[in-house]
């Protein structure tokens, strides 16, 4: 059985070798998400063979993320294999691109099935569309940008250590704006990665943006580069009370911080109805499917 251990601030570097050697742009492969969203999904990881292992349970299910490394990646694929029937567990893969699909098929043609999960497509924008806003089908956003300029007075301010006490004050406020975050159990998992993500802000290496009004924070944005090409946004807050907050936020953190990347990854729309409609209407330019491997013959998921 492989030696799984829980993920830690002191694994970043480690870790991050790996992840800069692929090209990855889905969000899975962000050391920054892993460590803020450990306890949603239980996480471990372990380094056999010059290959990066992930062990982690999600909808009830245990399994694994694609194996990252420059070794050969078919006993990569066995090592995890032997764990899972060690676990007495089917041999799953987790957040499965395409890519990935056909690198596992080609040095083990017809031995995995790989289905598609719409909820976990990540959708991927031109950066230059995000900060331009141009051409007809993006007039609504740059309406409520006008709007929002004409109604407030606003400054953008970079996230230092001083300012995160304020965007957390933030967070508390659309807590109680959506119910609270101590009860529905994807608030809960969403709070402790909040206060994951601000406690060790500096250390994972994330950017971020706020607005301020009136002297308090009323918006934020953080991410970081995922690729040379791609830079994610894990997270975006406005108060619902402010007319156009999310759209100014979004447009001025793409800005003033996404402007060297050619792409912007917005993450999923975790199949929510209200969510998927409002990142189709910044139009991506890339929908990344993703998905899961099974191997033939093993139980099917529920």
């Known amino acids: 059985m492989l030696d799984f251990k829980p993920v830690t601030i002191d694994d970043k570097e480690p870790i991050q070798k790996f992840f800069d050697k692929v090209n990855y742009r889905n969000c899975d492969f962000s050391f920054s998400n892993i460590f803020c969203w450990q306890n ?76 598609k999960d719409r909820s976990w497509s990540e959708y991927i924008y031109s950066s230059e569309n995000l900060i331009s806003l141009a051409g007809k089908k993006y007039q609504p956003k740059r309406n409520h940008i006008n709007k929002f300029k004409r109604t407030y007075a606003w400054e953008y301010l970079p996230i230092t250590r001083d300012v995160i006490p304020d965007c957390l004050k933030l967070y508390r406020r659309w807590c109680a704006e959506n119910g609270g975050c101590n009860s529905e159990q994807s608030l809960v998992e969403e709070c402790i990665a909040t206060h994951r993500a601000f406690e060790h802000f500096e250390k994972l290496g994330l950017i971020g943006g706020a607005l301020r009004i009136g002297g308090e924070i009323l918006a934020y944005s953080y991410g ?70 099974r191997r033939k013959n093993e139980p099917q998921l529920s």
């Not at 690729?227 to 406005?238: C, I, L, N, Q």
């Not at 759209?247 to 998927?276: H, K, T, W």
Request: hydrophobic share 40%; net charge negative.
């Open 40 to 115: 949603s999904y239980n996480t471990s990881f372990t380094i056999v063979d010059d290959f990066l292992f992930f062990y982690f349970k999600t909808n009830g299910h245990w399994g694994y993320l694609f194996p990252v490394g420059d070794g050969d990646l078919k006993q990569a694929v066995e090592h995890l294999a032997l764990d899972a029937r060690e676990r007495q567990i089917p041999l799953q893969l987790f957040a499965v691109t395409q890519k990935m699909f056909d690198l596992i098929e080609e040095i083990m043609p017809g031995e995995f099935t790989y289905e």
């Open 224 to 293: 970081q580069p995922l690729t040379k090409d791609t830079f994610g946004v894990y997270a975006e807050k406005s108060l619902y009370e402010i007319d156009g907050g999310f759209v100014m936020i979004n447009q001025q953190f793409a800005e003033r911080n996404c402007a060297g990347f050619p792409y912007i990854n917005r993450e999923e729309d975790l199949g929510l109805e209200s969510l998927r409609k409002a990142k189709l209407s910044y139009y991506p330019v890339i929908l990344l499917e993703k998905g899961y491997l």
